[in-house]
């Protein structure tokens, strides 16, 4: 009898370091849908598997193409956000596991991100703030990554790299429906074309229309759960001397009685300029004004943010996002889904921002595609075994940033089983967390997505952390 496999044991080969071994080609064409970071990631999974990729994006993935050389020689004018991505503009922090998979997908990408302008701020420049109280043991979270940069900057850093590959080829086009024979994908609606294609990924992002392009062939929609954050966030760009002392700005304040939970960051990015970011819930809602960004940096926020944002000079305008929901489609849960298809990305699952998850979670998507390619799969059969591995991502992301989000006093469940018990449990190893090193290890190890949340269940663990705990 085969060891059981569990969802750890699946998160772990998900989200190696090896280079993937064993690809075989299985299509004429393989089809993406959507370039940004899932769509492209997708792409590189793909280009090892298909004679042809071609990814149909809304925005000119051609015309966007900028190599290193550019970027490097002018980083603020040679990237910068694109309507599909509207998010694009806020602050986003790559995850250590999200690094992880750009280095396995493309050898080298540190190095080059770094060369191109993305920044490793000295650890002594960064600061975490928990409550109001200097942290000086961080957990591995944001504050400690290797590479910061804007994301415009790291999706044009590896569009360049997918552009590059002999096989991948991007068309600019909204894609509007699946062409389906016999309860197998064949092909692609596009405008006023028909694309054919041995194997489809939506990674169109969270308001994707798979569900209803399904639905209008007689399949079943994937059932969505979703958690309303009503998050609010304002990002403004700052010019950054090269010697400032502090880089990196990190201030998680919790609710609590008389305090509103406010979540603010700054870091350093390409074109020596801070991405500094002020976020709300519910009622709570920074605006674009200039005066009440600065305002809200002095007065909500450590000193820091009030240094950065009256001493530098402001560029560009503040711009606002608001985000309603976490949401999560479970693909995994049909029992009726067509062959040759797959999703990826937000299309799949998008969470609460401030946790950073997405990208990461992206190219987590890429690695169990690229899993799934490699295990002989049969491809007159719904690839249920990707959606398996999907769904490990996708409940270890969403596992930590709606626990977490469920101690908001506006959010209103769904609660998991078991609720009130995990949370006096997460609080706990929370606290054991400030006074013992290898407790805090680990838990960032969870929050940054190297490691499955269950590394904090082990009993032995566990039983340790709650002690701590409860003496603190
Ligand atoms: C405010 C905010 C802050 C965030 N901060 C972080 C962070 O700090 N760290 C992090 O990791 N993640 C962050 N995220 C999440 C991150 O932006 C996404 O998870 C990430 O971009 C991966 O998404 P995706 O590629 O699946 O979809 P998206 O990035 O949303 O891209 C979807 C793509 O599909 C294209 N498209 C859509 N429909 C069609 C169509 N019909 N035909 C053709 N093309 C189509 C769009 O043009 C777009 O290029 C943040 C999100 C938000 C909203």
Redesign the pocket.
């Known amino acids: 009898m085969g060891a059981r496999v569990t969802a750890a044991h699946r998160f772990a080969a998900i989200s190696t370091s090896e280079r993937p071994t064993g690809q075989r080609v299985l299509f004429q064409q393989a089809v993406v ?7 492209l990631m997708a792409a590189r999974v793909l280009s090892d598997h298909a004679d042809h990729v071609l990814i ?4 000119d993935l051609a015309e966007l193409d900028v190599p290193d050389e550019r970027i490097a020689a002018d980083p603020i004018h040679a990237v910068g956000p694109r309507p ?2 509207p ?1 694009g503009s ?6 250590p596991s ?1 690094l992880k998979q750009l280095e396995r997908w493309f050898p080298g990408f540190i190095d080059a991100a770094l060369e191109a302008g993305a920044v490793d701020p000295p650890p002594a420049t960064n600061r975490f703030y928990m409550d109001g109280a200097l942290r000086e043991d961080p957990p591995s979270g944001p504050a400690a990554q290797a590479l910061v940069s804007s ?1 415009p900057f790291l999706e044009a850093l590896i569009r360049h790299r997918v552009l590059a590959l002999p096989n991948v080829r991007a068309v600019c ?4 429906g699946l062409v389906l024979k016999d309860n197998e994908v064949s092909g692609v609606r ?1 405008g006023d074309e028909e694309v054919a294609a041995d194997f489809v990924v939506d ?5 994707s ?1 798979l569900g209803d392009w399904l639905e209008s062939y007689g399949f079943p929609k994937p059932p969505m759960q979703r958690m309303g954050i009503k998050l609010n ?1 304002a990002t403004a760009l700052f010019r950054r001397p090269a010697d400032a002392k502090v880089q990196t700005c990190i201030s998680i304040a919790n609710p609590g009685p008389g305090k509103v939970a406010r979540i603010g960051g700054f870091t350093p990015i390409e074109g020596d300029r801070w991405t500094v970011l002020v976020s709300g819930y519910a009622d709570d809602r920074p605006g674009r004004d200039a005066g009440e960004f600065r305002d809200r940096c002095v007065g909500d926020f450590p000193a820091e943010f009030g240094e950065v944002a009256t001493n530098a000079a402001q560029v560009g305008d503040v711009i606002t ?1 608001h ?1 309603a929901d976490s949401r999560r489609r479970d693909f995994h849960r049909l029992n009726r889904f067509p062959a040759r298809l797959v999703a ?4 799949v699952a ?1 969470f609460n ?1 401030v946790y ?7 190219t987590l998507h890429a690695s169990a595609l690229s899993e799934y390619l490699r295990g002989d799969p049969d491809l007159t059969k719904p690839a249920t075994s990707y959606f398996q591995d999907v769904k490990v991502v996708v409940d270890a992301a969403w596992q930590v940033s709606t626990m977490a989000d469920l101690a908001l006093p506006h959010v209103d469940g769904p609660y998991p089983k078991g609720y009130r018990a995990i949370q006096w449990a997460s609080g706990l190893v929370f606290k054991a967390s400030m006074r013992d090193q290898s407790i805090n290890h680990r838990l960032g190890q969870v929050t940054t997505m190297l490691a499955h949340p269950s590394a904090l269940t082990e009993p032995r663990f566990l039983l340790r952390a709650l002690a701590i705990g409860v003496r603190a």
């Open positions: 849908l959507g370039g940004s970071i899932a769509g149909i994006e809304r925005d599909g991505v998010q806020q602050v986003h922090a790559l995850l999200g994301r086009g909204r894609a509007d596009w990674a169109t992002g969270r308001s229309r966030y996002y985000q990826a990305g937000d299309a998008s921002p950073g998850q997405g990208m990461t979670s992206a």
